[in-house]
């Protein structure tokens, strides 16, 4: 026992007697420059190319037709393509939210900056798709009162941008004061319950859109917009858009 009790004092000490601190006292770093004299490795391209051809292939197969170029910049509070845009939202969206929740999507509101390219005349593809919409958002439905859906219609009447809309038609004057804002042909009820699909940036207060989170429900349809435009455009074969009277100011 006594043999045992000094080594295990001797192993103690000696493990005590190993142990250092450290600290950091000095961080270095070099800069690599990034730049036409550094090569490719052949071996890594040859894995990769079956890949990186497949992947365009996809990308690159025609879904449907343009008939003209559309920009986020063609009109003062609505544009053609963001017309386009939510009116795809409510469609392709709507039949999963019925399916689920059994009502229906009364408003869809995203938004201008979301919209990152042009649509170019001509074929459109998938690349069309995650060139308009780069990022992963996807489309989530909340139940807004009529109190909260005219804060709604205020943001959009002081923002003075046209943000995508549909289903919602609102008339300003000339000074930008509102005359009149329906949904479906009626005043909005403060009441009454709507439902407006979004994206999940712009309900978590993306643009400061902080009207989105007084919603009494949400509803995550697991749904991304990029993919959502894949499904609208094989689903049409021509896209004929255009600007129209649903958010405008008189003169």
Partial sequence: MNNRFFLSIIAFILLMSCKQDYHLTRIEGKRIEINDSLTGNQDIENFIKP??????????SVLAYAVDTYTKNDGELNTAIGNFMADAVKEMASPIFKNRTGNAIDIVMLNHGGI???????????????????????????????????????????SKRAHPISGISIKLNSDFELMEATVKGEAIDNDKTYYVATNDYLYNGGDN???FRQGDSLYKLDYKIRNLLIDY???????????????????
């Fill in 209 to 211: 859109m902080s009207f």
């Fill in 51 to 60: 890949f990186r051809e497949h992947v365009n292939n996809d990308l690159d």
């Fill in 116 to 158: 990152r390219s042009i649509l170019s005349k001509g074929n459109v593809t998938s690349r069309t798709a995650y060139q308009i919409m780069p990022f992963e958002n996807s489309v989530v439905v909340t139940g807004l009162k009529g109190t909260s859906v005219k804060e709604m219609v205020n943001y959009l009447q002081k």
């Fill in 233 to 251: 455009f094989k689903k049409v074969d021509t896209l004929d858009l255009h600007a129209d009277d649903r958010f405008i100011k008189t003169n």
